[in-house]
């Protein structure tokens, strides 16, 4: 099981992967934009097995690379330095509106090929508006993975300090006997008053 998730660190593989993925979700909202409500005969049909075993299979492949590179970091910085390598071996350095404008066009003919390869159900309705769907849905998911390479390095960082920070130990939280707990604020330190009882409740 070990050797499943041992590999080279690299986002090749997981950014082919979001492709593929990308990919289904456009051959899904190509098929509701034209055939609207009757689309979901067709959803969970058997005509579409073959996505849900993709899915399952992307899923799978995602996992791996982002448990790879995890473990191929030796800190979160060396975290936030290998995702910033790896984005720019990506095709046009991993940015820039080239590299969208492929990924877009990639998940875009993924999905109406799949959509022929099983027989175009939507292209018995409004084939414009399944294309416009696809087209759609692609862009909006370019844009969402722009803000999210954008940020990659720093949300990596940041989970990193979140699952590496040090826990304290239940001692810390402790006080001695007879002791009271004091603040470095001179307003609210009075440890006179420590000793004095509580002044009793007057109607």
């Known amino acids: 099981m070990s ?15 979001l492709i593929a993925a990308g990919g289904i979700v456009a051959h899904l909202a190509s098929e509701f934009a034209a055939m609207g409500r009757a689309a979901d005969d067709i959803l969970f049909s058997s005509r579409h097995l073959y996505l849900a075993v993709g899915a399952a299979l992307l899923a799978f492949v995602v996992v791996r690379e982002v ?8 800190s ?16 046009f350095g991993g940015r820039g509106l080239a590299f969208f404008a492929l990924t877009g066009a990639l998940q875009f003919g993924i999905g109406l090929a799949t959509e022929i390869g099983e027989g175009c159900p939507f292209c018995g309705h409004d084939i414009v508006a399944g294309v416009l769907g696809a087209l759609l849905t692609v862009v909006l998911i370019a844009l969402a993975g722009r803000a999210i390479a954008r940020r990659l390095p720093s949300i990596g960082a940041a989970v ?12 810390d939280y402790r006080f001695e006997a007879g002791e009271a707990p004091t603040t470095s604020n001179p307003i609210l330190r009075c440890p006179q008053l420590f000793s004095r009882p509580p002044p009793l409740l007057q109607p």
Not at 67 to 74: C, N, P, Y
Not at 76 to 91: C, M, N
């Open 160 to 171: 990193a300090r979140i699952l590496l920070a040090p826990k304290p130990a239940i001692g």
């Open 67 to 74: 448990l790879g590179l995890w473990r191929a970091a030796s």
């Open 3 to 17: 050797r499943l998730f041992s590999h080279s660190a690299s986002l090749w593989r997981l950014y082919a992967a």
């Open 76 to 91: 979160g910085r060396d975290l936030k330095r290998l995702l910033r390598v790896s984005l720019e071996r990506l095709p």
